[in-house]
């Protein structure tokens, strides 16, 4: 299997080679050239068997120039250690006749960024060695807040690899900016900086693209990657959850194999939800995507009308992580129901950096019509639903989980297609506890992350997963705040080339 770019379909690259390098060099993303289609007796064998046989059995499919001991040793070294809780990975919890929750958070840092990035170093280290490259990497993050603390564990003590985080000092909640610099690791460090998301990202970038500092590390015997999510290896990794999920209705006696399902996401960079559309070009029977929004619902726009606008406000919510204006991983889906058509995405993407918007053709919208439903849901709204699903199904859903979960319901009450739904929960409760507990009717106000840890198990009846009490106490390895104009002085600190 070969990959190519979104921008130039001429481009042939193993998936070493696309998961070494991330981004193309025309600014496209990669992707397969074809995708290996799984039949009937598949499912059927796979429901058989367990998270990592399936994963294996999966990945396998794409990362053809992997060998078969490689695929083992990622898929066991990031699933098979006892760092998901169990076995089951990522457990399907049914909670009325059409609902099934897909909770894919409980990995080391409770959000789903851990499926993908506790794999991708495995990845990483193995396509360094694959393409003959014997530098150490160093992976530099700016983070909103989740992806950092994930990506933190995930390359944590991995040989070859250093890992650096980049966060906003003032614009991270205190249990994140707590998970960052408590990190533990020999080959780890995170900063705040004083400024916002964007002043880190783009030091990072601007650090990325100069030549004379890549010549700098290269003498050294670093060079640079990331662990963004439109990286091929983040993404492939999501694909396996979802025919995980089949799997498990199959194999529980929900659904006959060959039945079709909805699967419904929270959606902000557009990765989760493009990895379920993947896995239905594989075979996955599904009849209908919802595409859920919060109140910065620009793909509810451009998936009704056609037409991406990104010129809008900006809202900060309390489903932070879906906060977004452009979801990169659009470009994915635009390349595919463009029938691979690499000038015609390069034009709409150019659009996109010049005025901000974009309008797709009618022949693309309606193929995305067909297959996707979108919808939105405000701070206030969330909130209602976290308490509605609370008292009505006994669940007890993140911020992000309920925004999808509201949308659901709008889908069904416009549609009234009862199809059974994989609806993907993609934080754990106690990560937004705060949010959560006023949502319950519990005032948090006054009292301390800790305490409001407390309090939600006591009014959920859930457990408070391990890595977030764990935090209390810990000793804080990285308190520094630094002007982003310092970044690299930073890097060369921790890299220790700074003599
Ligand atoms: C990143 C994130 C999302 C959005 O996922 P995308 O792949 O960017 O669409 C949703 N919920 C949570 C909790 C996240 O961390």
């Not at 006749?97 to 990845?123: N, R, V």
């Not at 010129?311 to 979801?327: A, G, T, W």
């Not at 067909?370 to 859903?397: H, L, M, N, S």
């Not at 000793?475 to 890097?491: C, L, N, P, T």
């Amino acid at each position: 299997m070969k990959y190519k770019s979104t921008r130039n379909k001429e481009l042939k690259l193993t998936s070493a080679e696309a998961i070494k390098k991330g981004l193309s060099d025309d600014g496209g993303l990669f992707v397969p050239e074809q995708f290996p289609r799984l039949k009937k007796a598949d499912f059927a064998a796979l429901a058989e068997k367990t998270y990592i046989e399936r994963a294996k059995f999966i990945l396998k499919k794409f990362l053809t120039d992997f060998t078969d001991k490689e695929i083992s040793a990622c898929v066991e070294g990031a699933y098979g250690t006892g760092s998901f809780g169990s076995d089951k990975v990522a457990p399907l919890i049914k909670i009325n006749d059409s609902e099934y929750i897909l909770e894919l958070w409980h990995g080391p840092t409770c959000a789903f960024k851990d499926m993908a990035l506790q794999i991708l170093p495995y990845f990483m280290t193995t396509s360094m060695k694959k393409t003959g490259e014997n530098k150490t990497v160093v992976v530099l993050v700016a983070t909103s807040g989740d992806t950092g603390k994930a990506a933190l564990e995930g390359f944590k003590n991995v040989d070859g690899t250093n890992i650096i985080v980049f966060y906003p000092s003032d614009g991270v909640s205190d249990m994140q900016k707590l998970q960052m610099i408590t990190q533990e690791g020999n080959n780890v460090a995170a900063y705040g900086i004083r400024g916002n998301f964007d002043d880190a990202q783009n030091g990072v970038k601007k650090i990325f693209t100069d030549d004379k500092i890549i010549k700098e590390l290269d003498e050294e015997g670093f060079v640079f990657s990331s662990a963004n999510s439109i990286n091929w290896g983040r993404l492939v990794p999501q694909i396996v959850y979802y025919i995980s999920a089949y799997c498990d209705m199959i194999s529980g006696g929900e659904i006959e194999n060959g039945e079709k399902i909805n699967i419904c996401v929270p959606t902000g960079n557009f990765g989760n939800i493009l990895a379920a559309y993947y896995a239905k070009k594989m075979g996955l029977p599904v009849n209908m995507f919802i595409c859920a929004s919060n109140k910065n619902d620009v793909l509810t726009d451009f998936i009704r009308s056609g037409e991406y606008d990104r010129n809008r406000e900006f809202y900060q919510s309390i489903s932070p992580s879906m906060d977004i204006l452009i979801s990169s991983n659009l470009e994915r889906l635009l390349f595919d129901v463009s029938g691979k058509d690499d000038k015609k995405i390069s034009e709409l993407m150019q659009k996109l950096a010049k005025d901000g918007k974009y309008a797709v053709t009618k022949t693309m919208h309606n193929r995305i019509g067909k297959q996707f439903w979108a919808g939105c849901c405000d701070d206030y709204f969330t909130k209602v639903r976290i308490w509605k699903t609370f008292a009505e199904d006994g669940y007890t859903p993140d911020t992000h989980t309920a925004v999808a979960i509201d949308v659901y319901k709008q889908y069904v009450e416009q549609t009234g297609d009862m199809t059974k739904t994989v609806i993907a929960s993609t934080a754990s409760p106690f990560k937004f506890g705060g949010s959560v507990l006023s949502a319950l009717g519990v005032e948090p106000y006054g009292k301390n992350d800790f305490e409001q840890l407390d309090l939600l198990k006591e009014k959920s009846d859930m457990d408070i997963p391990k890595s977030l009490r764990g935090l209390k106490g810990k000793k804080i390895r990285f308190g520094e705040v630094i002007e982003s104009a310092d970044m690299y002085g930073a890097i060369k600190k921790s890299l220790n080339i700074d003599k």
